[in-house]
C-alpha cells in the first residue's frame, strides 16, 4: 500500500514531442502528490505538484494530470527540450511529510 | 535563504568500517529532516525520517542508524558497512508535510 508505480522505466522523445509519464497508487492515505526532477550526480528538485482535490495542474511546459478514483497520475511535458533530458521521479506523501518515490523514468530528448 | 549542506559528497569506504554522513540546514527552524538512499537506477528509498530533536522514525531495518543531535543537524551512522550499503545517499528537509521536499547534493558511497 505504501509503493508508487511509475512507468515506464525510460521514455526517448524527439525535440518538440510530448512525453509522459504515469504513476499509480494504492493508499488513499496518499495526500499530496509532487514531481521531481533530478539530473545526474544531483539531488532531485521539485517539478511540479498537485492535490488530490484538483484533476490538473499546468505550469509551462508541465502538466499534471490526476486521477483520484482510479488512483493514477501523470505528468504531461509539452515541447520536450534536449535540456529536459533527466530522471523524473513521482512521489507521494504518506502519513505526516514522509515522500514515498517512484522507480524513476529516464528521459531523453533527441534534438 | 534556506540551504542545506550535505558532506562529503564522495566516499569509499572498506567493507567493515564505520560510517558518519552529516547533513545541516540553514535559514529555517524545526524542519522535517530525511535520509533517502538510491541505489543505481532504482529509485529512492526512504530510510528515516525526523520531526524533531532526539525523534527518529527508521522506515527499512538495516545496518544504518540516524540521530538529530540539534534541531537543523542530521546525522546518517554505521557501525561496520556492508557491500550492500553502496549508494547514493541524499539528505532533504521540508518545512512540513504536503509542501516541498529540498534535497542535499547526496553523498556517494562506494564499499569496498
Same mark, same amino acid.
Given at each position: !500500500?505504501?509503493?508508487?508505480?511509475? =512507468?515506464?522505466?525510460?521514455? *526517448?522523445?524527439?525535440?518538440?514531442?510530448? #512525453?509522459? *509519464?504515469?504513476? +499509480?497508487? $494504492?493508499?488513499?492515505?496518499? %495526500?499530496?502528490?509532487?514531481?521531481?526532477?533530478?539530473?545526474?550526480?544531483?539531488?532531485p528538485?521539485? /517539478?511540479?505538484?498537485?492535490?488530490? %482535490?484538483?484533476?490538473?495542474?499546468?505550469?509551462?511546459?508541465?502538466?499534471?494530470?490526476?486521477?483520484?478514483?482510479?488512483? !493514477?497520475?501523470s505528468? @504531461?511535458?509539452?515541447? #520536450? !527540450?534536449?535540456? %529536459?533530458?533527466?530522471?523524473?521521479?513521482? +512521489? +507521494? %506523501?504518506?502519513?505526516?511529510?514522509?515522500?514515498?518515490?517512484?522507480?524513476?523514468?529516464?528521459? #531523453?530528448?533527441?534534438? | #535563504?534556506?540551504?542545506? @549542506?550535505?558532506?562529503p559528497?564522495?566516499?569509499?569506504?572498506?567493507?567493515?568500517?564505520? /560510517?558518519?554522513? $552529516?547533513?545541516?540546514? $540553514?535559514?529555517?527552524?524545526?524542519?522535517?529532516?530525511?535520509?533517502?538512499?538510491?541505489?543505481?537506477?532504482?529509485?529512492?528509498?526512504?530510510?528515516?525520517?525526523?520531526?524533531g530533536?532526539?525523534? *527518529?522514525? =527508521? $522506515?527499512?531495518?538495516?545496518?544504518? =542508524?540516524? =540521530?538529530?543531535?540539534?534541531?537543523? !543537524?542530521?546525522?546518517?551512522?554505521?557501525?561496520? /558497512?556492508?557491500?550492500?550499503?553502496?549508494?547514493?545517499? /541524499?539528505?532533504a528537509?521540508?518545512?512540513?508535510?504536503?509542501?516541498?521536499?529540498?534535497?542535499?547534493?547526496?553523498?556517494?558511497?562506494?564499499?569496498?
Amino acid at each position: !500500500q505504501q509503493q508508487v508505480k511509475q =512507468s515506464p522505466q525510460s521514455l *526517448i522523445v524527439q525535440k518538440g514531442g510530448i #512525453s509522459i *509519464i504515469n504513476c +499509480a497508487y $494504492e493508499n488513499t492515505a496518499f %495526500d499530496y502528490f509532487p514531481w521531481y526532477q533530478q539530473f545526474p550526480g544531483k539531488g532531485p528538485a521539485l /517539478l511540479i505538484a498537485i492535490r488530490p %482535490d484538483v484533476s490538473e495542474k499546468k505550469e509551462g511546459r508541465f502538466t499534471i494530470s490526476f486521477n483520484k478514483s482510479a488512483k !493514477q497520475f501523470s505528468l @504531461h511535458i509539452m515541447d #520536450s !527540450q534536449p535540456g %529536459d533530458s533527466a530522471t523524473y521521479f513521482c +512521489a +507521494a %506523501d504518506y502519513q505526516g511529510g514522509k515522500l514515498i518515490f517512484g522507480q524513476g523514468t529516464e528521459l #531523453s530528448v533527441k534534438p | #535563504s534556506q540551504t542545506i @549542506h550535505q558532506w562529503p559528497a564522495t566516499l569509499v569506504q572498506p567493507v567493515g568500517s564505520p /560510517l558518519s554522513l $552529516e547533513c545541516t540546514v $540553514e535559514g529555517t527552524s524545526n524542519p522535517n529532516l530525511y535520509w533517502y538512499r538510491q541505489a543505481a537506477g532504482r529509485g529512492l528509498q526512504l530510510l528515516f525520517y525526523s520531526v524533531g530533536i532526539g525523534q *527518529i522514525s =527508521s $522506515e527499512v531495518p538495516q545496518n544504518l =542508524s540516524a =540521530s538529530r543531535p540539534q534541531d537543523r !543537524q542530521f546525522i546518517l551512522s554505521s557501525k561496520k /558497512l556492508l557491500l550492500s550499503d553502496s549508494g547514493f545517499y /541524499l539528505c532533504a528537509w521540508s518545512v512540513r508535510r504536503n509542501t516541498e521536499a529540498f534535497f542535499g547534493q547526496g553523498t556517494r558511497l562506494t564499499v569496498v
